[in-house]
């Protein structure tokens, strides 16, 4: 077990730097860095000569090179793949340990569910930056994040966790839950559909607090992609009504986690509280700093991170409350 709560612990907080940069990837605009999968322009990692360069633009002659979109997401794409080597090892120890009782189906779970996110890399690409489809893939980085995080807290055994069960908090835990999935949700398609700044003032948006929307082509999980979807294709109103969206659904998220927190505060979770008060203020200063200066690139992946850490929270509490 010890071997297993290790590699999960190391694929845990391996996947923390992947999903960062697949932020990095989405931020400066280089999903389609490589317009091929696996490959970069055919080459095993991306051109770098003149005579390369040339040879890639000669195969894709609709996707001019640009080594600045090529070095994200090739480094994406690795990172990736060594993921996929701790689920292996994961799973074939797991299988080998006498002792690790449901953990192994756990873990071929999780090398199942890394194979489907390398499809989704694939259609990502291959669909041109579709938005459902990047969404999808982006919250299979989470997925993965929580799955690893799950498997090291089942094979941990840990005495702290097992002295802070809260059975009381099951129904407010799950609750919390379910909101900030719908949350991390809008945020994803926020960045999907390149809606990050529409609303670049703050607390109104557009000088209001009631702009224009449109939810009917917002939420519309079928565009059109045109020849492409890099740098979306949706007007302003239904960029400002996903943004928006986002925004006040955060405010909702509060008070949900706001109700939670007071409730651990007097329970023998009570440093579950603590967490989830810091993870939730950080997350909110940094998407208002996001908004007020134009959304800086660290303070964006800072932005992802924190989310990735928050759900990570949620889930501890869940499992404190849910285990029996």
Partial sequence: ??????ISLFGFLFAFVVIALGAWTRLVDAGLGCPD??????FVVFPTTEAEVALAESRFPEFPYDINKAIPE?????????????AIAL???SFRAKDSGNLKWWSLGLLIFICCQGLFGYLTVSLKLLPIIVTLHLFGGFTTLCLFF???????NFELVNSMRVPELKKISFVAFIFLIFQIFLGVWTSTNYASLACV???????????????KNAFNIW???????????????????????????????????????????????????STLGILLLTQISLGIINVIYILPLYVAIAHNLVAAA?????ITVNYLAWKK
């Fill in 74 to 86: 090739v480094v994406h794409r690795y990172f990736a793949a060594v993921l996929g080597l701790f």
């Fill in 37 to 42: 999968w696996p490959g970069c322009y055919g």
């Fill in 150 to 156: 799950f498997i090291f807290l089942k094979a941990g």
């Fill in 91 to 93: 799973t074939v120890i």
């Fill in 310 to 314: 928050l759900l990570v929270a949620t």
């Fill in 223 to 273: 565009q059109e992609v045109g020849p492409n979807y890099l740098y979306g294709l949706l007007d302003n109103d239904a960029r400002v009504t996903i943004h928006y969206s986002h925004r006040v659904s955060a405010i909702i998220v509060s008070i949900v986690f706001l109700i939670l927190i007071s409730k651990l505060w007097f329970s023998n979770a009570a440093p579950m509280a």
């Fill in 201 to 215: 003032d703050f607390p109104t948006c557009q000088g209001t607090f009631f702009p224009d929307t449109d939810f």
């Fill in 1 to 6: 077990m010890t071997n297993i709560r290790n």
